[in-house]
């Protein structure tokens, strides 16, 4: 496994169920995998000789983060080791003008865009605004990403190779988690519903299952299922879209993993997004994606104003809320934003999961000293 | 954490949920629990000077086995470390003839008995057969204990201290888990039962719930409780007891810790038992223990005439199976009847599971190169 981050951390969890020998690769010592395998070796995933040598012994590769050297991938695939997700198919997906284009090539419907190389080629299409400005490469996390609302915004643009695409009203963002293994089996998850907080703009919790109509479901379903058969991937592909003001899908950017939109997975799903990537890689029949009961998943974000070694306040108390699951990642050091772990929360009526958050988000917070004024 | 096996291992799995830094001692430096610790003490749990040493920079000291040195963790209680379940209860369990007697002062109901120093002994209470002689220490997974049918098994019985138990006529052998945690609250499971196969009289798998009564669930679990309360013990208590032809409730053995009965409630209960255990010990509020799902459980034994390195036949088979769930311990070495790991089905409704595990058992099978005849 290239990448011992939390993502990781989960995998080693299932991998325990089977008896998997996992070796993981990681730069940071303390990497959140690190205490779960007795195979960990340090190193850096995107340098083309150390995971390139990382492979040498082992039997099967996969990723648990997209930034890794893919040539070497693609080199011990030639080899003959079997490498799951492809690495063709994470290069593609490393480049997001590349991934567009495919989307437009393919019919899989998208939000317009155009290819830009410099902020002088973005000052050519003012009226495309108001657009998003991506980085082809390199974006993670919302960092790469830039909103260009009117003309005014031009000196945010990019000078560096990007895409432009144009902003559409959403009225939700949805996630659709799809698998396939190499038998050619696919098993597709309910869609999940992103809920914002209206006043802020910011993703306040991920709703299991989405909140929409069963066509819609069933149209956002097929469009993940359409995406990982053309590609012919092997793994777990999260699949972020947008549904429009106006009811039409469209397809935002995924990930060739496990991914955050899955957490909730784990305890409202039958077979989790981190038990499905690894039937999915080892050709194993893949487990059954449905629902079990409805559940909100919360990012534990570190704190504001706290960094240092990490301190989480009101475990016990989040942990006394029935059905409240808590999952931390291990991260010795906190920072403002950080993802140091999630919280799921289970009910039998999703009327019921909103207080459930709120009163989640007010007692368990990851803090450290207080960051001095 | 006494002990590394397969108890242990699954501890660790949720623990590593919760950030939890635990130390591991196990005298087998191929114990299950290793491969998830990064802090394995190799040494044996039954030795004074091991124990007491190993507790010295520890803040919380349980168990995963009652085969500990109770005096070492007395001690280390005495010198202010918590130690749960208590030292006192621990070695009130070990030893059956001690575990009994409790039974009989406190009024918990118990099958009849009487206390036997030698062979000689059981010779003058032949009236009193048939009847199961079990040693009072040391005893372990159903070794020490005998069936005396008539006074023509007397050889049979042990030359040390035991106990001579009545036969009763058993319709059904349930267990209760139950949990308390420092501050007193209490959280019991929904009894579960031992299926039996009626050619072999040998368990065939458990069913979660167990399929009695409402009012024989609610005084199961009253027996439980009233017993973890007179013992104001802390940590996981699971409770075999019978359920007699005369419909009688009958207490047969506890084990004060994570037990194989429980395995089902990873997934078929809210809390499973391993979080419950670490939610008592750590003194955090209890989890819901309520049944999310009828569930059968499977133990997966070392096939017979296979001794040697492990191999898992049919696993991908068997997860092929909607809603099976693998559990391997990662045992190295198989030998026939071992506990090499445990299967749980999940079914909406309960009589599809006898064919689900018959299923289930011939597909999947834990061998190695097979044993020369």
């Not at 290069?91 to 902020?119: M, N, S, V």
């Amino acid at each position: 496994m290239l990448g011992g981050g939390q993502l990781g951390r989960m995998l080693l969890q299932v991998a325990a169920n089977w008896d998997l020998e996992v070796h993981v690769l990681d730069p940071n010592p303390e990497a959140p995998a690190r205490s779960l395998s007795p195979h960990f070796v340090r190193g850096d995933f995107s340098d083309y000789d150390t995971v390139y040598a990382f492979g040498q012994s082992l039997d099967l590769l996969t990723i648990e983060i997209e930034k890794v050297n893919t040539e070497a991938l693609l080199r011990l695939a030639r080899e003959g080791k079997k490498v799951y997700p492809q690495p063709e198919i994470i290069a593609l997906i490393q480049d997001k003008r590349r991934q567009k284009a495919f989307y437009r090539e393919a019919g899989i419907p998208t939000a317009d865009f155009l290819l830009t190389e410099t902020r002088a080629d973005v000052a050519q299409h003012l009226d495309f605004l108001p657009a998003f400005h991506k980085l082809g490469q390199g974006g993670y996390d919302g960092r790469g990403v830039q909103y260009l609302a009117s003309p005014a915004d031009l000196p945010l643009a990019f000078e560096a190779p990007g895409l432009l695409e144009k902003a559409v009203a959403i009225h939700k963002e949805l996630a659709v988690l799809v698998a396939r293994n190499p038998s050619g089996e696919v098993a597709v998850f309910p869609p999940v519903e992103m809920v914002f907080e209206p006043r802020l703009n910011l993703v306040d919790y991920l709703l299991s299952p989405a909140q929409i109509t069963p066509a819609q479901a069933q149209e956002a379903q097929l469009l993940a299922r359409t995406l990982i058969e053309k590609w012919q991937m092997v793994g777990l592909l999260a699949v972020e879209m947008f549904l429009t003001a106006e009811g039409q899908l469209l397809v935002n950017e995924v990930a060739p993993r496990p991914h955050n939109s899955g957490h909730a997975s784990i305890e409202a799903n039958y077979c989790s997004q981190f038990e499905q990537h690894l039937r999915a890689i080892l050709d194993w029949p893949l487990g059954n994606p449905a629902s079990r009961q409805a559940a909100a998943m919360v990012n534990l974000l570190g704190e504001a104003g706290h960094q240092g070694p990490t301190y989480y306040e009101g475990l016990p108390e989040a942990l006394g809320q029935p059905e409240a699951f808590v999952h931390l990642y291990g991260k010795k050091i906190t920072q403002p934003g950080r993802k140091m772990g999630h919280l799921t929360l289970l009910a039998e009526n999703p009327a019921a999961l909103p207080s459930k958050v709120a009163w989640a988000r007010q007692v368990l917070k990851v803090k450290s000293t207080p960051l001095s004024e």
